[in-house]
């Protein structure tokens, strides 16, 4: 399918700062831009420089409409050797001894729009997976509703491609900020009447302590997703944002984003229709394998019968409806007691003042590991570790209690929206 077909609408289609380009014009670009890149013989299987601009999209369409396999990235230039060449700032660089993958050569052969995509490694151990874009972008075609959104999520990453795909395949616009701190996404969401939003817990809770909440007063749709959120910042946005729709948006690199369905007010949600989108084994979550998935380039996760565990503790009520505990492999053994750090933070986050926490283990000599808590509180407060360890003795048993704390303000995002506990 021509890639363009999915863009033939009218009206405004992106806007940066002082440029702007409706439906029409960004079609154009690509057109013109794909006569240029057959100029440049590319080779098929080429990195993509990723950047916050409308520049970077035009290049992104460019490459699919040409029918590359395409490989946005963000940071450090990729080496891996079955990549052919990296594109950036309009110049090339063919990368030669290449190791050959058999599933990668099948799916180019084919002449058909590829996406491949890095997780991010926090479970350990970093995939990298090869999508069908075609298929990914087809899901969105059932969409009619046109919304103009502000793009936050990093632009190489499953969550801001699919983001800007939901948007501009029904006609909708995107608004992309000048920059991306805090203060300009948000006055720009009030300026432009953003009526929805997609980010992570943490880029919420940043907005709420830099006293920037009044602006998101717009957003009729805020999805919340890329981590897990908790009560005490529903409550809070509930009580911020009373005419929001709060939904809880789940998916990951390897399946690409599911619908999901919402508990109003609560972290419980619904991937998708149990039995066919999701199962539950031993409070493990599995999802169903997308059709988009071409094949794991890198790591593999485990899958059974069309199924991918997705490693995700979860804990479901009587309506089937889940919310994520932590990660099986984050389970810390303190003396012979199996400690699930997303508990101990979703204790310790119930006490006023706090931001953030992040739980974890570090070797210790006599009891094998012991809790850490790196934990971020808002400005002004002068909250303790004594302080918080008595908040804890009252709702958890000793052993659960962090020993160590490291107690901070200058709270920092990462490339994917999530709080950085360093």
């Known amino acids: 399918m021509d890639t363009l077909q999915w863009l033939n609408h009218k009206g405004l289609m992106m806007v940066q700062g002082n440029e702007q380009v409706n439906y029409e014009q960004f079609c154009e670009k690509v057109i013109v831009r794909a006569k240029e890149h057959e100029r440049l ?83 350990g151990n970093k995939k990298v997976v090869l999508h069908n874009f075609n298929i990914i972008a087809q899901k969105y075609t059932k ?16 969550s801001g491609i699919e983001t800007l795909l939901s948007i501009i395949i029904p006609g909708g616009t995107i608004i992309i900020p000048t920059d991306q701190s805090i203060n300009t996404i948000c006055t720009t969401i009030a300026a432009e009447k953003i009526d929805l939003l997609a980010c992570t817990p943490s880029f919420i809770r940043l907005v709420m302590v830099s006293g920037n909440i009044e602006k998101l007063k717009s957003i009729q749709i805020l999805n919340l997703g890329g981590e897990r959120s908790d009560e005490k910042l529903l409550y809070k946005l509930q009580e911020c944002l009373p005419h929001t729709h709060i939904h809880q948006a789940f998916g990951t690199t390897e399946t690409t984003n599911i619908r999901t369905y919402s508990q109003e007010g609560s972290i419980y949600f619904k991937p998708g229709k149990e039995g066919e989108d999701y199962m539950i084994k031993e409070d493990i979550l599995w999802l169903k394998t997308t059709p988009s998935i071409i094949c794991f380039i890198i790591g593999k996760p485990i899958i059974e019968n069309g199924w991918i565990c997705t490693n995700d503790r979860v804990e479901q009520d009587n309506e089937g409806y889940i919310k994520i505990l932590g990660r099986k492999e984050d389970t810390i053994n303190i003396g012979g007691e199996k400690v699930d750090p997303a508990e101990v933070e979703n204790t310790i986050i119930k006490m006023g003042g706090i931001i953030s926490v992040k739980v974890y283990g570090e070797e210790d000599m006599i009891m094998g590991k012991k809790l850490v808590a790196h934990i971020y509180i808002e400005k002004g407060q002068t909250l303790t570790k004594q302080a918080i360890v008595q908040f804890c003795k009252i709702l958890l048993p000793d052993y659960k209690i962090p020993v160590k704390f490291h107690i901070r303000t200058d709270l920092a995002l990462t490339s994917r929206l999530k709080i950085t506990h360093t």
């Open 143 to 158: 969409l009619h509703r046109k919304f103009k959104t502000v793009l936050v999520f990093s632009p190489e990453h499953i």
């Open 41 to 123: 013989n590319l080779p098929r299987t080429i990195a993509l420089k990723a950047d916050y601009s409308i520049n970077y999209w035009v290049d992104f369409f460019t490459l699919l409409y040409n029918k590359h396999i395409v490989f946005p990235y963000l940071g450090q230039t990729p080496t891996y050797p079955w990549l052919e060449g990296v594109y950036a700032n309009g110049s090339i660089i063919i990368i030669k001894d290449l190791e050959r993958y058999e599933e990668l050569d099948a799916f180019a052969s084919t002449q058909q729009a590829g996406l491949v995509l890095e997780t991010s490694g926090t479970s």
